[in-house]
């Protein structure tokens, strides 16, 4: 285990610089803003993850961003265990119906200010189950959203480009 | 002696490849279902369609493959989940999905079904409305007896389930399991769809394992054209399989340890399975490797920097994981999390056919890649480990061993590519009516089965899909017992189920 931690002290940082904050991103937060909200959450944001019945590779790069290349943490986005917790709700999958009452329950649970970000092609519209009998299709027939995130899945990249055009908003820089 | 020898058949559908189907009589359905409670044969999927129900065998011994089919002619066929428990929750989803009724069956409980979906029976083809009736779970009682809810939105990032636990004090006295949370109806999407837009919903049945069903797609469909892709490939096929299974063995090995509040091992993994997915994002363009994986082969070769990126990768692993395993087998704070948590009993693991670490780690030697050897498999040398302990630390153990494999396998692949064809040409049409193909892969957590059968326009008609979690959830129920709730977390990690693939 010393020579494990040694090395990692000794070694340089894996962790890479952040990327810009998407564009179409702060574009599209552009239109909500909400300056009261702003003012009182800083730069610092608690995320709820939710899989509304994805495949579950949303959920592996969603993963990744807590790993060393990535570290979600340092820009102030941590994952957190309620939606109590929460400021954000990073949702995947083409919303079940099976999942539709637990997501909104999430939601309500969810207090004020929030902000609600669809991730993967499945949240945005449905994606290849649009039209299942089983999926209600996309997060924002069920729960208003935000900010959508691209991808199948988003590559860690692209989730990281996506929450810090979030947290940029959130904090009034622009 | 074949499977079917000792059935009594009506007759074999010739269009069924590569293993034979029957359809039997009722007689011979109940001897098929003798021997699954004997134990001569395991049970390796159980699928509906509107108006029969198939069941796939395996001989363990022989390695030999064999499916029944009972023809509900009368909307019902004799319950295999009375007399083998296995089939459970395969057939309580015949029942959800198609109507059919399982005679006489002692829980028909919805599996799948939350009443939710506007209908009743959405395979079935019929408009029949069911009795809409509170979910009840199974009783547990005694004077000390509490119940904890949990899900199906959970306090980490994973996917959603409910879990029931009845408790005495900490100890888990009963788990219930209630899934279905995810259920995207993937079956009926396949139905009528193309080649290309099924192949696509077979690598999102489960994103883990994209590689390993968009595999088995491939391979079920070549099967039933009697086509054969190119031998690269096959090779190409089975890199991108052994890169999936590492990636997900360093990911969860980590992950396990971090259950177990060892936060180190996660970090180191971490690294490691990122490591994995950038080189597959370099040979192959994509982290998860969706969607390369085509019935007739592969879409795309190899990136020319993407073997110098694998060999990269093979030379970080080598020099890194033995000190992750050795940080593993030499912290005791650990190790007492691990050892003799969770087990499952040899005995369930070989009635239910546990498949992946969770059989291999309670005694049940079985690895599609070397019981079926399809290919490149078969000219690959590896190892299957197997142990007996069937404890946390025994499944940590077998995926440490099959990470080292998968090391190997990668290197002997990369020996072995040769120039050569990337895809077979499908016919446009078939000419001569539906065919039927069935193929079963190795993910990384166990075997997954494919069935299908297409229209003689190449037009899916009809796809089943089964994840190895059906037979692995289950087990999970009865590790967990006598242990403390505390420890679910770890238990739960070291099964890693998927929700997706087995709530379709």
């Not at chain 1, 564009?23 to 730069?43: C, D, F, I």
């Not at chain 2, 293993?19 to 001569?40: C, K, M």
């Not at chain 2, 099924?198 to 390993?212: E, F, M």
């Not at chain 2, 009516?433 to 075997?447: H, K, P, Q, W, Y």
Request: glycine fraction near 8%.
């Amino acid at each position: 285990m010393r020579k494990t931690l040694l090395e990692s002290l000794t070694h340089g940082s894996l962790t890479e610089p952040a990327p810009a904050p998407d564009e179409s991103a702060l574009a599209e937060l552009a239109t909500k803003v909400n300056r009261a909200a702003q003012a009182r959450l800083g730069r610092s944001l608690a995320i709820r993850e939710v899989d509304a019945g994805s495949c579950n590779g949303c959920e592996l790069e969603i993963h990744a961003l807590s790993n060393a290349f990535y570290d979600i943490e340092r820009f102030g986005l941590r994952f957190v265990a309620s939606p109590r917790h929460a400021d954000v709700l990073l949702v995947t999958g083409p919303v079940t119906k099976n999942m539709r009452q637990a997501l909104e329950r999430t939601y309500n649970a969810t207090p004020d200010p929030k902000w609600v970000v669809a991730v993967g092609g499945c949240a945005i519209d449905g994606g290849i189950f649009r039209g299942s009998y089983a999926c209600v299709g996309g997060v924002s027939e069920t729960i208003p959203v935000d900010l959508h995130i691209k991808g199948c899945p988003p590559s860690p990249t692209d989730l990281l480009k996506g929450l810090l055009a979030l947290l940029e908003h959130v904090s009034g820089k622009r | 002696m074949g499977i079917l020898d000792s059935i009594s058949h009506i007759h074999t559908v010739s269009s069924h490849r590569p293993w034979p189907r029957a359809v039997v009589t009722e007689a011979g359905w109940q001897a098929a279902i003798d021997r699954l409670v004997e134990g001569s044969l395991t049970l390796l999927g159980f699928w509906g369609e509107p108006a029969a129900v198939h069941m796939a065998m395996l001989d363990g011994g022989s390695a030999e493959i064999a499916v029944v089919t009972y023809e509900c002619t009368a909307g019902a066929f004799p319950s295999v989940a009375s007399r083998h428990r296995p089939a459970l929750r395969l057939e309580r989803t015949i029942h959800d999905l198609f109507g059919l009724v399982p005679g006489v069956a002692d829980d028909l409980r919805p599996w799948l079904d939350h009443y939710v979906w506007g209908k009743s029976y959405p395979l079935s083809g019929r408009n029949a409305s069911r009795d809409v009736r509170p979910y009840q779970f199974l009783p547990a009682e005694g004077e000390a007896l509490h119940q904890v809810a949990v899900g199906p939105v959970h306090a980490g990032t994973i996917e959603p389930g409910h879990f029931r636990f009845t408790a005495n004090g900490e100890h888990v006295v009963r788990l219930e399991q209630w899934l279905g949370y995810t259920h995207k109806g993937i079956e009926s999407l396949m139905q009528g769809a193309s080649l290309e837009a099924a192949a696509k919903l077979a690598n999102r049945t489960s994103g883990d394992s994209a590689v390993a069903y968009a595999f088995a797609f491939a391979c079920a469909v070549e099967a039933a054209l009697q086509i054969e892709a190119p031998r690269r490939a096959t090779l190409l096929r089975a890199l991108m399989a052994e890169l999936e299974r590492l990636a997900n063995h360093l990911g969860d090995i980590g992950a396990i340890c971090n259950d177990a509040s060892f936060a180190l091992m996660h970090a180191q993994t971490g690294i490691l399975r990122e490591r994995c997915l950038r080189a597959a994002n370099v040979a192959f363009g994509h982290r998860l490797m969706m969607d390369v994986i085509v019935p007739g082969g592969v879409t795309r070769d190899i990136a020319p920097d993407g073997v110098a990126a694998l060999r990269a990768l093979l030379a970080e692993l080598r020099k890194v994981f033995p000190r992750l395993i050795e940080l593993y087998d030499n912290t005791a704070s650990l190790q007492d999390r691990t050892v003799t948590t969770g087990i499952v009993k040899a005995e369930y693991a070989r009635q239910f056919g546990a498949g992946g670490y969770v059989g291999r780690a309670s005694g049940r030697d079985f690895d599609a890649r070397r019981a079926i050897a399809y290919t490149p498999y078969d000219a690959l040398s590896f190892e299957v480990p197997v142990l007996q302990a069937g404890d946390v630390n025994a499944r940590v153990w077998i995926r440490i061993r099959e990470v080292e494999q998968s090391v190997e396998l990668i290197e002997q692949i990369l020996d072995q590519l040769e120039p050569g064809g990337l895809a077979a040409a499908l016919p446009p049409r078939i000419g001569h009516g539906a065919c039927e193909g069935m193929a079963l892969t190795e993910a990384f957590r166990g075997d997954v089965l494919v069935w299908l059968r297409l229209d003689d326009e190449l037009r899916v008609e009809r796809c089943h899909l089964r994840d190895a979690s059906w037979f692995q959830w289950p087990l999970l129920e009865t590790a967990i017992e006598g242990n403390i709730i505390a420890d679910f977390p770890l238990c739960n990690k070291s099964f890693n189920c998927s929700y997706s693939g087995a709530d379709l």
